[in-house]
Nanobody
């Protein structure tokens, strides 16, 4: 059974940085696209970023473009989300998810994903 575990969340001040990790086990990691999603209190979950399983293509929501960077290390079965210049509106629970054979074209669609992590809290104070 596939499993994803997020880590790296915490409390930071506006303008600071955090790096989230998503460690995978129980499935062939190289075959899966990975997406990061977030859910703020009282809001629906939204796509933040995705990385393809095929060509390493990366995708970002407009709200995080130029501030967040997604990367993957297939040797470590891990995907990272480097978050710079954090803003209070980035406060949310962040989830990673895995999509078998995902090429990234629907990275933002929750229905595409097969496995989900439990989430890690990111809180940005002003």
């Amino acid at each position: 059974e596939g499993q994803l575990v997020e880590s790296g969340g915490g409390l930071v001040q506006a303008g600071e940085s955090l790096t989230l990790s998503c460690a995978a086990s129980g499935f062939r990691f190289d075959d899966y696209a990975i997406g990061w999603f977030r859910q703020a209190p009282g809001k629906e979950r939204e796509g933040v970023s995705g990385i393809s399983s095929t060509d390493g293509g990366t995708y970002y929501a407009d709200s995080v473009k130029d501030r967040f960077t997604i990367s993957r290390d297939n040797a470590k079965n891990t995907v990272y989300l480097q978050m710079n210049n954090l803003k209070p509106e980035d406060t949310a629970v962040y989830y990673c998810a895995a999509d078998l054979w995902g090429d990234g074209s629907k990275w933002y669609a929750e229905s595409e994903y097969d496995y989900w992590g439990q989430g890690t809290q990111v809180t940005v104070s002003s």
